[in-house]
């Protein structure tokens, strides 16, 4: 007999909505959608919504966004809506009380294939590393993040020219989808759990993804060009892989990196060293060759293509880069 669910949906980013409306395409009953508070953001310190709370508006849902998930009100709230199962995409770590409330049990939905790339940032990790696929997978929460058995999960290719950007959109969508599918399974009364301690046998054999700090994203040019490119696209567009320039009169410029190309090359030569035409092109040597920067931002600037951005922007080859 199929079951009939209440559920209770919680979820921030832009990531989540996909999933949330996936749930209302397919007449499922959302009696509650928790989601971060309200932010002051941008010059103005303007009320900002997340962007689930304004698609659940838009959709005239039931919005609860507690500051406290252990808070005693929220509780009673959330228990109130009767839900037998709660989805989770992209929110916060859930405490016990949370987690446990519903009959059949909390869903989360991770943008990796668990039990690789546990933790906040897993898309732009996998990228970083250089992977050639990754995926979405769909797990029971219990109380360590992102260690709870296994429900289905689904791969997809990671693109040479992938960035965060575009994979971020490619799994949004396969993950909603397998979100369906994973729910239709609990309503079906079909699953087939795996452990995920059973999928691995080393625990360095782990790859994880904690969050993204502005440190992290400093480029490091003593590294081969693949790895800087990966790391480059891997924080593309957001929050974005920045270097800083000194000029001889001593200036300083915070440069974000968008874009590259890989030039390498079989001579040895000293890495971090910048090489352009001051009208083109503008390269950094790296520990095997240059990469070839084509859209960059400096702060306070648009985002531009190279060669906009060196007709305004003075840029000679004695300008010293600041390694990470």
Same mark, same amino acid.
């Given at each position: ?25 397919? #007449? ?6 928790? =989601? ?25 849902? #039931? ?78 929460? #219990? ?12 791969? =997809? ?24 599918? =994973? ?142």
């Amino acid at each position: 007999m199929q079951k009939e669910l209440r559920i209770v949906f919680m979820g921030t980013p832009e990531f989540a909505v996909a999933s949330l409306e996936a749930l209302l395409k397919h #007449n499922y009953n959302i009696v509650g959608v928790v =989601t971060a508070p309200d932010k002051k953001a941008g010059r103005g310190r303007n009320i900002h919504y997340s962007d689930v709370k304004n698609f659940a508006i838009k959709n005239k849902l #039931n919005i609860l966004q507690p500051s406290n998930l252990k808070d005693k009100d929220f509780l009673k709230q959330l228990s109130s809506l009767k839900a037998n199962l709660q989805v989770v995409v992209a929110f916060r770590m859930l405490p016990e009380v949370v987690w446990q409330m519903p009959k059949y049990g909390t869903i989360n939905l991770h943008a990796s294939l668990l039990p690789q790339y546990r933790g906040a940032a897993p898309i732009n990790h996998a990228i970083i590393n250089g992977e050639n696929e990754t995926g979405v997978t769909t797990f029971f929460i #219990n109380n360590a993040i992102d260690t709870g058995k296994i429900i289905e999960n689904e791969k =997809t290719i990671i693109d040479k020219n992938d960035n965060f950007e575009s994979l971020h959109y490619k799994l949004k969508i396969i993950g909603s989808n397998l979100l369906i599918k =994973t729910i239709k399974i609990i309503e079906e009364d079909k699953l087939e759990l795996r452990d995920q301690k059973k999928l691995f046998s080393d625990l360095s054999e782990l790859k994880s993804a904690p969050k993204i700090n502005k440190e992290f994203c400093h480029i490091n040019w003593n590294n081969t060009t693949e790895n800087i490119y990966n790391f480059i696209r891997g924080l593309s567009p957001y929050p974005a892989a920045f270097l800083f320039l000194n000029s001889p009169d001593n200036k300083h410029f915070q440069i974000k990196i968008f874009i590259t190309k890989e030039e390498k090359i079989t001579t040895e030569i000293p890495h971090g060293k910048i090489h352009t035409d001051n009208k083109t092109y503008l390269k950094i040597s790296c520990t095997d060759g240059y990469l070839n920067i084509l859209e960059l931002q400096a702060a306070g600037k648009k985002r531009m293509d190279i060669v906009s951005f060196l007709r305004g922007f003075q840029i000679k080859n004695d300008w010293i880069i600041i390694s990470a």
